[in-house]
Nanobody, 125 residues
Framework: QVQLVESGGGLVQAGGSLRLSCAASGGALSAYKMGWFRQAPGKDREFVARISASAGLAVYADSVKDRFTISQDNAKRSVYLQMNSLKSEDTAVYYC??????????????????WGQGTQVTVSS
């Protein structure tokens, strides 16, 4: 069973950048599909990006495509989310999540059994 801890959130002005990190323990990242999700106040948790290191494939939500980059370092047991050109609508709690490589929908948060505690990202306009 994998445990996840996010870091790197904070307050940034619109147009700025942040890099989120997710440190994993208790399992090899290569055995999981890793995802980032976010939840703004009063809204459902939404998919941001996911990566499958074994396939070398990254997928993004349309709202963050070309601005965010997900990456994974198996040796460091870490997943990252580089966020550029941040907008006020990116303000949310960001969560790292892991799911088994079972072929289920990687955009569906209910398919992820393992979650971090979340890190707040606030973008001021």
């Amino acid at each position: 069973q994998v445990q996840l801890v996010e870091s790197g959130g904070g307050l940034v002005q619109a147009g700025g950048s942040l890099r989120l990190s997710c440190a994993a323990s208790g399992g090899a990242l290569s055995a999981y599909k890793m995802g980032w999700f976010r939840q703004a106040p009063g809204k459902d948790r939404e998919f941001v990006a996911r990566i499958s290191a074994s396939a070398g494939l990254a997928v993004y939500a349309d709202s963050v495509k070309d601005r965010f980059t997900i990456s994974q370092d198996n040796a460091k047991r870490s997943v990252y989310l580089q966020m550029n050109s941040l907008k006020s609508e990116d303000t949310a709690v960001y969560y790292c999540a892991a799911k088994p490589l079972d072929g289920t929908n990687g955009r569906d948060p209910t398919r992820y059994p393992y979650w971090g505690q979340g890190t707040q990202v606030t973008v001021s306009s």
